[in-house]
């Protein structure tokens, strides 16, 4: 059979130029001192036991607190808990819903991959609450339904129940929405040359077209590594109702909770974060760093695999899990809002308008939405194309510079938003 063959340029700026390396420059310099100098800042400051703005008191005693707090090692050993578990659960959930979309005949499959990144762009706020009126131990409303069916009551204010509130926040449907394309841009030569040679769907699957797909699968497995310490919501709305604390609330109360703010005992816990940092960079490196990537035909056949009886099963399966991920949690919180109390069927009146006039009528809650909206709107403006820049001097240049460059938008992944802001506040 033959080959098509295609030469690319190795890249289309020279290697070194004068434009490049004031490029290059600016680039570092201007995210150097955005990510990181407020985090060298943060590790300073936890030296410091005077208040900000006083004349500095260099000593180990925030150190000596913070890790002298009970609390501390259970926050942190929480926060991997509740990683690990969402990692073994929900990782292999995405791929194994975002092959059947891209790699089967699932009928409506590319309505179905949007609705996750309908499921991804939800507020994870508003799903947890959507799923903490259904799963409230007293009141929740699908506990109530069951309480009647003589079915004991699934409590969303425990670990378990944080652990599936992160599935049906972003944790599945971020892992589909990244890999479902990838899986649907892959040739099928080669799963056709298994399926040939006798091989069933299923060894095909793990055989061949894990295999090949182990570059994505490792991206986005590097990006969830890296995101480790960064979630905060869930935990503070149904961890604190029970003592739960991971590192990011554990900070958060330093500088919440006291009068006048523990920053440099919250900079002290904090910083400890930095060791994840450099861990998860040099395993990036590590694991993506040496892989090369080549094009070897020039010929794409996107076959879609028929799973028979169990096409069917499959997409009634990822239907579930679709509506489970929006339809649910949107309809009930929805709902929720125009009950007097939630899960009260027995309240006087039933239903009201009163939640949604109070909100409307409040000027800060009207000033809060134009905020947002304000910062949704310049983000979604700047980001694209100051990081199609960057990814672009990444990719397509060699110019020098490029694994610090690369390093630091690994670290700004990293490192915990609870972290970030204290920095920033602290700049």
Known sequence: MAMQEAVFPAAVAPKQSSTGLFVMT?????????VIYPIVLTLVISFNAAPLGRDPVWTLSNWITAWTDPGAFSSLWNTILIYLFNTIIGFPIAIMVSWALARTKVRFSHGLEFMFWVSFMLPTISTTVGWTFLLDSDSGLLNVGLSYLGIGAFNIYSVPGIVFAHLMSSQISQ???????????MDSALEEAARMSGASTMRTMLRVT???????????????????????????????????????????????????????????????TLVVVVFIIVAQRKLLGQRQYTTISGQYRPGLINLGRLQPVVFTLIVILVAMLTVVPTLTLIGGSFMTRVGFFEATPLLTTEHWELVLSDRGFMRALITTLVMASTTAIVSPVLFSIVAYVLVRTKWPGR??????????????????GLGLLIM
């Open 210 to 272: 894990l295999p090949l797909m182990m570059p994505p699968i490792l991206v986005v497995f590097m990006l969830k590594m890296a995101r480790i310490m960064q979630s905060f919501e869930i935990e503070q709305i149904l961890g604190t109702p029970i003592n739960f604390f991971i590192y990011s609330t554990k900070i958060y109360n330093y500088m919440r909770l006291y009068e006048p703010p523990k920053y440099g005992i919250a900079a002290a816990l904090a910083s400890v």
């Open 26 to 34: 600016a680039l570092l310099l201007g995210f150097g001192f955005w």
């Open 175 to 185: 892992g589909v929405m990244l890999l479902t394309p990838a899986f649907r841009n």
């Open 403 to 420: 694994a610090m460059l690369d390093g630091i938008f690994w670290m700004s992944a990293a490192i915990p938003g609870i972290l970030a």
